[in-house]
């Protein structure tokens, strides 16, 4: 099958599946639990009832409400529904789908912007983030030309709120918070962020992200989960992903703001334009109306019994690692995550290679820098199974690492995608210049990257990794 042009005759359904299926081969198997993030599965017999939905409005257009009413009072049901768990029953929200949370916070920093400017005469805005904050901040105001004010956080990982107040100036337009962040699963302390954002007269988005869906489920089953939305008079914005815990499929956020002038700051508007009037409300033109319909469905067909159901599971399995974690003498779980993102790392051993050893038995895990760690995203696939088979092989490397005939051996593990992709950037090249200044050479090759990018400064390091990037696709 030739794969650099479209082939002049289709090719049968059955065997284009067939390679499909073969070239998943060597992805990761996520249906067995294997990976801790990037997949949120709430199991077969919900996923079926999502995508039949999917296909449903495969071909619909969610850009033209005039068009497709049904995906009108879809989405905004979507977003009342959502807005019913982050708000106090009287308070109305205002807010859209989105394509994902990096959607969600690039039009909450556009609408911060355009609201400081057209409201304060602000024109060289600032906004104030904790180091923890998802990089998709700091993607946004570079697109934005939006200055990031990131204040770094403390030793044991908390947020430096003392830091962040005394950052606040005149040109501050926003403060962001997480709940939780992504790298240790901490809250932001929002409640104290509300106040500040208060008594300056700021705005303040919340980044529930990750977190939102599951915190909200947490607290109808009683744990106690501190306040992190619109209930706090100071939040003014708030972002949660249904591609994540509310299990959409991939592409679907919903972006909440208190005020519907604040929402206005986001949309797009050319009534004059040559085309006809042209007005959209996010950043795509046009929107997947399967997204839209699969999200409503999920909403609704899993319902409040389901998301319990599937919180619980999520909880259990995270129980079981983070258990696993705090017994161990080898292992430091790293502060006080509020849900099921997990972060760790040991003062005994490596943490990048009990990282990579677990990568060699198969597991996708994230790793955390500065210092290194080990970065968890648990859900409820883990809850059969897959939580135990993840600490008895977490056990087995660290018995591996404590046995004198293993501890003194070079990693041997290799990460073929950045390899490879290195490779292809200059590798060689840049493994001459920059392998130069690096003690230590005999590590794994995926731990090099790590290795490589810590003796880079941060031009030639943000260099690397476009290459990279440029390779790949
Ligand atoms: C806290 C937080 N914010 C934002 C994002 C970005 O979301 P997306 O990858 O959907 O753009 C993530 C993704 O994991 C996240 O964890």
Redesign the pocket.
């Known amino acids: 099958m030739s794969k650099d042009k479209i082939p002049k005759t289709g090719i049968d359904e059955k065997d284009l599946f067939e390679y499909m299926e073969n070239s998943m081969h060597s992805d990761i198997d996520w249906r067995s639990g294997k990976t801790f993030g990037a997949v949120y599965y709430p199991g077969e017999e919900y996923s079926k009832v999502i995508s039949k939905a999917y296909v449903r409005f495969m071909h619909e257009n969610a850009f033209d409400p005039q068009l497709f009413s049904s995906i009108l009072s879809m989405e905004n049901e979507v977003v009342e529904q959502t807005a019913s768990l982050f708000s106090h029953e009287k308070d109305s929200l205002f807010g859209n789908v989105t394509s ?3 959607e969600s ?1 690039f039009l909450s920093i556009l609408s911060a912007r355009n609201w400081a400017k057209n409201n304060k005469g602000i024109d060289k805005p600032e906004v104030i983030l904790s180091s923890s904050a ?1 990089p ?1 901040f700091l993607k946004a105001m570079h697109f934005l030309n939006v200055k990031p004010v990131v204040i770094p956080t403390k030793k044991d990982f908390s947020f430096d709120l003392e830091s962040f107040e005394k950052a606040i100036n005149a040109n501050t337009i926003l403060l962001i918070g ?1 709940a939780p ?2 790298p240790t699963g901490m809250m932001d302390p929002i409640e104290s962020l509300s106040k500040l954002a208060v008594d300056n007269e700021l705005l303040l988005h919340v ?1 529930a ?3 939102g869906f599951l915190l909200a489920y947490l607290k109808k089953i009683g744990k106690d989960i501190p306040l992190f939305d619109f209930k706090l008079s100071g939040v003014t914005s708030l972002s949660v ?1 249904l ?1 994540k815990y509310a299990y959409a499929p991939k592409g679907s ?1 919903v972006l909440l703001y208190r005020k519907e002038e604040l929402r206005k700051e986001q949309f797009s508007v050319y009534p004059n334009w040559e085309g006809g009037i042209y007005g959209s409300t996010t950043f795509l033109g046009t929107k997947p109306g399967g997204i839209v319909a699969s999200t409503w469905m999920a909403l609704n067909h899993i319902g409040e019994d389901g998301f319990v159901k599937l919180t619980h599971k999520t909880m259990d399995a995270t129980k079981v690692i983070s258990d696993y974690i705090q017994k161990s003498k080898d292992l430091n779980l790293i502060g006080n995550p509020i849900m099921s993102l997990l972060a760790f790392n040991s003062e005994k051993h490596d943490i990048y290679h009990i990282a990579d050893l677990l990568s060699e038995k198969g597991w996708y895990i994230g790793r955390l820098q500065n210092p290194p760690g080990i970065h968890l995203v648990v859900s409820q696939i883990h809850a059969d199974g897959a939580a135990e088979n993840f600490i008895a092989d977490l056990q087995s490397v660290l018995k591996s690492l404590s046995s004198s005939e293993i501890k003194n051996k070079i990693f041997k593990t290799t990460d073929a995608l950045a390899v490879n992709a290195l490779k292809k950037a200059g590798y060689n090249s840049i493994k001459k210049t920059i392998l130069g200044k690096t003690k230590s050479n005999k590590k794994s090759k995926k731990r090099l990257i790590y290795d490589l990018k810590s003796d880079l400064n941060l031009e030639e390091s943000d260099d690397l990794f476009r290459s990279i990037l440029s390779n790949l696709y």
Do not use: E, K, L, R
């Open positions: 994902g949370g990096t916070i998802h998709a997480s962040n992504y980044d992200c990750i977190g992903d591609h956020s």
